[in-house]
T-cell receptor, first 115, second 113 residues
Framework: AQKITQTQPGMFVQEKEAVTLDCTYD???????LFWYKQPSSGEMIFLIY??????QNATEGRYSLNFQKARKSANLVISASQLGDSAMYFC????????????FGTGTRLQVFP | DTGVSQDPRHKITKRGQNVTFRCDPI?????LYWYRQTLGQGPEFLTY????????KSRLLSDRFSAERPKGSFSTLEIQRTEQGDSAMYLC???????????FGQGTRLTVV
């Protein structure tokens, strides 16, 4: 069975600083995808970044980068130069590729950015 | 196209009543998903459709829950005889087969009193 673990219920970071949100996963699949979503108070899940299990390079999207360590089964999200608008819930998720299309989510980390 | 649209945004209902939610996916997307999110948890998969075919249902989807996507476009999720435990945010997402990303709507928040 697939499982996502996010051990940080909440994180604080000062504006313009970098922050790392932790995510570990468990799967027996050889092919899988890892995702990070942002959920502001409005409720919508906003896609941030994707990493495929066979991608050799860490994914980057603007201020977001994914620190993928396959042997450790970790997929941490790094947000550089935090902004006040980054305050939200952040969810790590995975999907088995070529099997089912569903996403398995972690319990999330609430990030608060202060001035 | 402004993205995935869900209606209503909020619903308060009395225990035992039936409720129906609607999801309009992004127009060219052939896959549609329903998730449920309770307070303090991540979304949990309920079911998904490819075109009008319902390809997978979670064990979370009890007999009181039914989802349809009759013409492969919009979808409805109906909950019969609602219970207080059904109180949650119901999220809809859509994607195009083969694409990596699924786009989510803003959800329908259900409160059963």
């Amino acid at each position: 069975a697939q499982k996502i673990t996010q051990t940080q219920p909440g994180m604080f970071v000062q504006e313009k600083e970098a922050v790392t949100l932790d995510c570990t996963y468990d799967t027996s699949d050889q092919s899988y995808g890892l995702f990070w979503y942002k959920q502001p108070s409005s409720g919508e899940m906003i896609f941030l970044i994707y990493q495929g299990s066979y991608d050799e390079q860490n994914a980057t999207e603007g201020r977001y980068s994914l620190n993928f360590q396959k042997a450790r089964k970790s997929a941490n999200l790094v947000i550089s130069a935090s902004q006040l608008g980054d305050s939200a819930m952040y969810f790590c998720a995975m999907r088995a590729l070529g099997n089912t299309d569903k996403l398995i989510f972690g319990t999330g980390t609430r990030l608060q950015v202060f001035p | 196209d402004t993205g995935v649209s869900q209606d209503p945004r909020h619903k308060i209902t009395k225990r035992g009543q039936n409720v129906t939610f609607r999801c309009d996916p992004i127009s060219e997307h052939n896959r549609l998903y329903w998730y449920r999110q309770t307070l303090g948890q991540g979304p949990e998969f309920l079911t998904y459709f490819q075109n009008e075919a319902q390809l997978e249902k979670s064990r979370l989807l009890s007999d009181r829950f039914s989802a349809e996507r009759p013409k492969g476009s919009f979808s409805t999720l109906e909950i019969q005889r609602t219970e207080q435990g059904d109180s949650a945010m119901y999220l809809c997402a859509s994607s195009f087969q083969g694409d990596t990303e699924a786009f989510f709507g803003q959800g329908t928040r259900l409160t059963v009193v």
